[in-house]
């Protein structure tokens, strides 16, 4: 989370309080909806836009997603990432213009070489047309003094896969059928205007219902609010909002990396190369960028998310799962209806949290310890963690490992590169282990702290688990009563 956006942050997250709030007393109506835009925004001065008008209007919007709702006018979309419109208008329209820096020289390389007219003289330096301007670059690349500059947006510059573009008014539209749901360009937007689909009110519904709703807290959850908040003192707080227990993914870990070994070994002696199954972002990418990868490379077991909530219905039928963590995408793996068993609900931390400020409930340290999961499992959250856990099974099971190499890919665009490397056969490690976010989950897009920051408390907590071995870990549950497999079988 940019900390620069915690006026846009703080903005969003009263949204969802007043929502939970309402959810818990039901009075999700029109009227009660109404009140809180005008709660939120009193006027008449505006304090964020040009005018209360549009701030309402926002808060409508934000509204609508905070209810797991698209935006009034893109109703049938399927998308967890949304663009707020209204607060997409204040961008520059043009990628490339021209600054204060011109000196209007007599040589005017920039226009002499634009080959599309977009480039006028104006009363004291060059002037570029945005209407002509096809972005090739030419211009700025030919100036003496560096005066023209490419102002790319922010949105657009951090998505991995070129899935932003504009329409003729300049808003952000995404291409959904591109779109990884990495989330990324939520908190680079400095506006405010992208943002994802929340699933607390329906969560708020199952627990009003009566239904046993188990959270699951990511391995990335530990040093996430201090080396004071273990996860005992966050399952105790989720105790309090009203879920039956919380089971750390750490321990889905331990799980994926069993089964990801037994893949590994047999990969390895057909000479085959494979990449791993955890970021959900990244199987996106395999599975719309790069369809043959997806197919012929990807492991078949599931995430960490997935087994904790296939070993829970399993052992409590009829439960509702809820995963808790730093990721947008795992909002778009429990929408995918070909993983069965998955888990119901994906919120971030700061969703948790406002659902938890909602019934005025807080984190605080606790003295009892709990651990369900390997030091290994815990570490699925750090880039480099699944391929450690992966080789620690395989030696566990005695196999010799000296010679298996692997590839660890960090951050979406590097993934996409060496995806597109290994598509045309020049990738020579053994095995692809992917995650889009910088760092791993630790540095995902909704992440409560910054990395750095996480770290320090992180190192604290898991110097305190103790030494149990993956194999050996796992043998405490039923595997045999669910698969691991992403189709079922």
């Known amino acids: 989370m940019v900390t620069s956006d915690f006026g846009i942050v703080g903005l969003k997250h009263s949204v969802m309080e007043e929502i ?3 959810a818990w007393n039901d009075q999700l109506d029109a009227e009660h909806k109404e009140k809180v835009v005008y709660e939120i925004i009193p006027g008449p001065k505006p304090e964020y836009r040009c005018c209360v008008y549009k701030e309402r209007e926002i808060v409508r919007q934000r509204i609508r997603l905070a209810c797991g709702e698209n935006p009034s006018y893109n109703p049938d979309s399927s998308n967890v990432v949304q663009v707020i419109d209204p607060a997409c208008d204040d961008c520059p329209i043009s990628a490339y213009s021209v600054t204060d820096s011109c000196r209007f020289c007599l040589g005017k390389a920039c226009l002499n070489t634009c080959k599309f007219g977009a480039i006028t003289p104006g009363e004291t330096r060059m002037h570029i047309d945005p209407a002509k301007c096809k972005e090739c670059g030419m211009c700025a690349k030919v100036c003496p003094y560096h005066a023209i500059i490419h ?3 922010p949105c657009k510059k951090c998505c991995p896969v070129d899935a932003i573009s504009y329409d003729e008014y300049g808003y952000c539209k995404i ?7 990495c989330g990324r360009c939520i908190h680079h937007c400095p506006f405010g205007a992208i943002g994802s689909k929340t699933y607390l009110v329906h969560i708020i519904h199952e627990l009003k219902a009566g239904k046993e709703v188990i959270a699951m807290c990511a391995p990335a959850t530990e040093g996430q609010f201090g080396e004071q908040i273990t996860m005992a003192s966050i399952r105790e707080a989720l105790k309090k909002l009203g879920f039956a227990d919380m089971v750390e993914v750490g321990l889905g870990g331990d799980m994926t990396a069993a089964y990801e070994a037994e893949e590994w070994s047999e990969a390895k002696k057909e000479g085959r190369k494979m990449t791993t199954s955890c970021c959900p972002a990244f199987i996106n990418m395999q599975r719309i960028h790069f369809p043959e990868i997806y197919q012929n490379n990807m492991s078949s077991t599931v995430s960490p998310m997935c087994a904790v909530s ?5 052992t409590h039928p009829g439960c509702v799962t809820v995963f808790i963590g730093p990721c947008i995408a795992k909002k778009s793996e429990t929408l995918d209806t070909s993983v069965p068993g998955n888990a119901d609900y994906a919120v971030t931390y700061g969703e948790i949290r406002a659902l938890m400020r909602s019934k005025n409930v807080t984190m605080e340290p606790v003295e009892t310890g709990y651990q369900e999961a390997s030091a290994w499992g815990k570490k699925f959250a750090s880039s480099g963690g699944v ?3 992966v080789l620690e099974c395989m030696k566990e ?5 000296s010679d298996v190499t692997y590839l660890q890919c960090a951050g979406g665009k590097d993934c996409r590169k060496n995806l597109m490397l290994l598509q045309n056969n020049r990738i020579a490690e053994d095995f692809i282990e992917g995650m889009v976010c910088h760092g791993g989950c630790v540095g995902g897009p909704s992440r409560h702290k910054t990395e750095i920051e ?3 408390a992180r190192n604290t907590l898991l110097a305190q688990a103790d030494g149990r071995k993956i194999l050996e870990n796992i043998k405490n549950y039923p595997m ?4 691991m497999k992403r189709d079922g079988t």
């Open 387 to 389: 391929a450690a856990a």
């Open 397 to 401: 099971r005695g196999e010799d490992v």
């Open 20 to 22: 939970c709030r309402l």
């Open 454 to 456: 996480t770290m320090k």
């Open 480 to 483: 045999d009563k669910f698969s």
């Open 310 to 314: 296939r070993y829970l219905k399993a």
């Open 175 to 181: 291409d959904e059928e591109k779109c990884i749901q």
């Open 151 to 153: 102002q790319e947006r």
